[in-house]
C-alpha cells in the first residue's frame, strides 16, 4: 500500500499561492514594445548568482529553463518564487518611480519510480505595465492623450525527467502559453465643453511550445547544461470597444512567440560553486504591424556560490549559502536611434535552510540599468528584491 502524506509545508506553500497569484507585472517605456520585457528567471539561487543556473543541480533550486538539471532526491518538492521591483524610469531632465510585485513562479516536482520525475509548473514568461502622455493643442484647444497598458505571457508546463545515470539526465515539458494584454486610450480636454474620449483594446493570446533538456557531469565538481525551447504559434483575438459602449467584433491573427536555445557550465572547486550561462532567444522571428524589426534576445550571466558544508548536523551558519553574480542582457528593443536595449545588473543572494534538510528560503537583490540615458534620453534604474519558499517532503511511501 502506498500513502500520501500531507503536512504543514503544503498549507504555508498554498498561502503563499494565494498571497502572490494577482500581484501587478513590473514597469517599464520598453514594456510597451512588442509583447514587454523578457521575464528570464532560472531559479531563486540562479538569481543571486546572476541568473546562471542551466547547468547547475541544487535538491532545492527546481529549474525553470532547463527541465534536466533537477535531483531532489527522491522527495517531493514545491517552491513558491516572487519577486518586487522598484524601478527609476528617467526621461531627460524627469523622472518617475514605480515599485510592483509579482510572481515568478511555482513548481511542483514529483518522484514516479527511482529515476524519473513528473515536473510541472507555472511561470511567466513576458510582462508589461506602462503609461505613456502626450500634451497636444489644436485650434486653441488643449488636450492630453493618454495610454495606459499592462498584461504578460505566462505558461504552464507539464513533463518528465529520467535520469539515465548518475552522470547524466534528460528532461522535456509541453507548455501552454497563455496571456492577456490590455490598453487604454484616452483623450482628455481641458475645456470642460469637451467631451473626453476613452477606447478600450484587449488582446488574448494562446498556444502550445516544448522543451527539451539535457544535463551532464562529467566529473563530480563539473556540470554542462543545454537546453532548446521551441517556438509556438500565438492565436490572437483582439477586442476593440469604443468610447463606453461600442464594441466592435473580434479580429484574430497569428503571431510567433520565438524559439531559444540556452547553455551553462558549473564547476566546484573546495567550498565554490562557479557558474557561467549563455541564452538566447530568437525575436527575429517575431512580427507585428507596429515594428519593422526585433533584434535577438542575449543573455551573458557568471556568479559563485560559497557554502561550507551541507552537513544537516553542522552549525547554522556553516549551513547558510552566499552568492553572487552579474549578467548582461541584450533585449528584443531598439531606441529611437536604432541602436540595442542592454540591461546591466549585479546580484548578491543567500540561502537559508530550515527544518534540517527538508526546506531552504532563498533572498536575493539584483541592481542595474536599463537603457542608456546619454544615447536616447531614456533610462530604466531597477533594484529588484526576490524570494522563494522550497520545501519537500517523502509524500509516497510504502507500509511493511
Known amino acids: 500500500m502506498k500513502q500520501m502524506k500531507i503536512t504543514f509545508i503544503n498549507i504555508v506553500i498554498a498561502f503563499f499561492i494565494f498571497c502572490f497569484i494577482d500581484i501587478i507585472h ?3 517605456f520598453y514594456s510597451s514594445i512588442g509583447l514587454g520585457i523578457p521575464n528570464y528567471f532560472v531559479s531563486q539561487k540562479a538569481s543571486g548568482m546572476g541568473s546562471t543556473g542551466i547547468g547547475v543541480v541544487d535538491r532545492f ?40 510585485g509579482y510572481p515568478s513562479g511555482f513548481f511542483f516536482i514529483v518522484p514516479l519510480k527511482r529515476n524519473i520525475l513528473l515536473l510541472s509548473s507555472v511561470k ?36 518528465l525527467q529520467y535520469q539515465i545515470s548518475d552522470k547524466l539526465y534528460i528532461g522535456a515539458l509541453g507548455n501552454f502559453i497563455f496571456g492577456t494584454f490590455n490598453e487604454e486610450w484616452k483623450t482628455l480636454f481641458d ?15 494562446w498556444g502550445i511550445s516544448f522543451d527539451i533538456g539535457i544535463y551532464v557531469s ?19 483575438e483582439n ?9 466592435t467584433d473580434p479580429v484574430t491573427s497569428e503571431r510567433d512567440y520565438p524559439s531559444s536555445v540556452g547553455f551553462g557550465i558549473s564547476y566546484k572547486v573546495s567550498k565554490i560553486l562557479m557558474a557561467v550561462d549563455y541564452y538566447m532567444q530568437s525575436w527575429d522571428q517575431f512580427k507585428d504591424n507596429h515594428v519593422t524589426r526585433y533584434p535577438n534576445f542575449n543573455r551573458l550571466g557568471a556568479g559563485f556560490e560559497y557554502l561550507d558544508t551541507n552537513d544537516a548536523l553542522a ?6 549559502a552566499y552568492r553572487a553574480g552579474v549578467y548582461f542582457s541584450q533585449l528584443p528593443f531598439e531606441d529611437v ?52 519558499i522550497t520545501g519537500s517532503e517523502l509524500w509516497f511511501q510504502r507500509r511493511h
Do not use: W
Request: charged residues 15%; proline residues 2%.
Open 315 to 320: 552549525k547554522y551558519h556553516r549551513r547558510v
Open 61 to 100: 533550486a527546481l529549474n525553470a529553463i532547463n527541465p534536466a538539471a533537477i535531483n531532489i532526491y527522491g522527495l517531493t518538492t514545491i517552491s513558491i518564487n516572487s519577486y518586487f521591483n522598484m524601478s527609476v524610469s528617467k526621461i531627460s531632465d524627469r523622472s518617475v518611480v514605480t515599485r510592483n
Open 26 to 28: 513590473a514597469d517599464s
Open 191 to 205: 475645456d470642460e465643453s469637451y467631451l473626453d474620449t476613452s477606447d478600450d483594446f484587449v488582446t488574448h493570446l
Open 239 to 247: 477586442n476593440l470597444t469604443l468610447g463606453n459602449t461600442k464594441k
Open 337 to 388: 536611434t536604432g541602436n540595442p536595449v542592454n540591461e546591466k545588473f549585479i546580484s548578491i543572494g543567500l540561502g537559508l535552510p530550515f527544518h534540517k534538510f527538508f526546506g531552504r528560503v532563498d533572498f536575493a537583490i539584483e541592481a542595474g540599468l536599463r537603457g542608456n540615458a546619454s544615447e536616447n534620453s531614456y533610462q530604466d534604474t531597477v533594484i529588484r528584491f526576490s524570494g522563494s
Open 218 to 236: 562529467p566529473l563530480s565538481n563539473l556540470g554542462v547544461g543545454a537546453v532548446y525551447k521551441s517556438k509556438s504559434l500565438l492565436h490572437l
Open 124 to 159: 511567466s514568461l513576458t510582462s508589461s505595465k506602462y503609461t505613456l502622455s502626450l500634451n497636444q493643442s489644436n485650434e486653441n484647444v488643449n488636450y492630453t492623450r493618454l495610454v495606459r497598458g499592462n498584461g504578460g505571457l505566462s505558461s504552464g508546463s507539464l513533463g
